[in-house]
């Protein structure tokens, strides 16, 4: 995911700098829409990338606090009352 971003990143910062002729909208409108598209894939695919992960994580949270809940039951002592 964070390579991902820095891809996009290093592309958007190529494209405004250094790659600023070849991509002018005007001369080379193919290159330009090309290059916010793969810019634009490359971040849409990193935030479904984050939210699948939190998804994930929150899936393994709900596990764990059933496992959690399963052995307190099992295992806590009885309570015994003294008349």
């Known amino acids: 995911m964070f390579i991902l971003l820095l891809v ?19 001369e080379h ?7 916010w ?3 634009g894939w490359l ?6 990338l ?3 992960d939190l998804l994930i994580v929150k899936l393994e ?4 606090q059933r496992v959690l ?3 307190l039951k099992t295992n806590s002592p009885k309570a015994t009352i003294n008349e």
Request: aromatic share 12%.
């Open 37 to 39: 598209i793969v810019c």
């Open 43 to 48: 971040t849409v695919t990193a935030l479904l």
């Open 69 to 71: 809940r399963r052995n």
């Open 50 to 52: 984050a939210i699948f």
């Open 8 to 26: 996009a990143l290093t592309l958007l910062f190529s494209g405004t700098t250094f790659l600023k002729t070849t991509l002018n909208p005007r």
């Open 61 to 64: 949270s709900r596990r764990a």
């Open 29 to 35: 409108p193919i290159w330009f829409v090309l290059l």
